[in-house]
Nanobody, 126 residues
C-alpha cells in the first residue's frame, strides 16, 4: 500500500515557476514508477511526465510534448519524494496536478497506475 500526497501548487503569473512535490509512504518507493498527470476544468486527465529508477544513479524519464523543455521531473528515493519543476508556465497549464505510482511503468504512463494522490491546484494567471 502506498499513499501519495502532493504539495506545492498555487497561483503564479505566466512565465513564472513552481515546484510540485509528491511525498509517498512506504519503504519500497524506489521500486515504483511514478508520474504526474493533470486535469483542467472540463477536460480529461492527461499525462505530464513519468520517471522510474533503473538502479544506481540512473533514472528514466519521459514527458508529454507540451511540457518538454519547460518541466523537469525528478525523484529522491531516500526521501520517498518525487518532484515536478515547472518553468515558463502558461495559462493553459492551469489544472489540478496529480501524482501516481505503480510497479508497472506502463501502467503509470497510461494513467492506470494503482496509487493516486488527491491533487494540488496550479493556477497560472495571464
Amino acid at each position: 500500500q502506498v499513499q501519495l500526497v502532493e504539495s506545492g501548487g498555487g497561483l503564479v503569473q505566466a512565465g513564472g515557476s513552481l515546484r510540485l512535490s509528491c511525498a509517498a509512504s512506504g519503504r519500497t518507493f524506489s521500486s515504483y514508477a511514478t508520474g504526474w498527470f493533470r486535469q483542467a476544468p472540463g477536460k480529461e486527465r492527461e499525462f505530464v511526465a513519468a520517471i522510474s529508477w533503473s538502479g544506481g544513479s540512473t533514472y528514466y524519464a519521459d514527458y508529454a510534448d507540451f511540457v518538454k523543455g519547460r518541466f523537469t521531473i525528478s525523484r529522491d528515493n531516500a526521501k520517498n519524494t518525487m518532484y515536478l519543476q515547472m518553468n515558463s508556465l502558461k495559462a493553459e497549464d492551469t489544472a489540478i496536478y496529480y501524482c501516481a505510482a505503480d510497479y508497472s511503468r506502463a501502467a503509470v504512463r497510461s494513467g492506470s497506475g494503482r496509487y493516486w494522490g488527491q491533487g494540488t491546484q496550479v493556477t497560472v494567471s495571464s
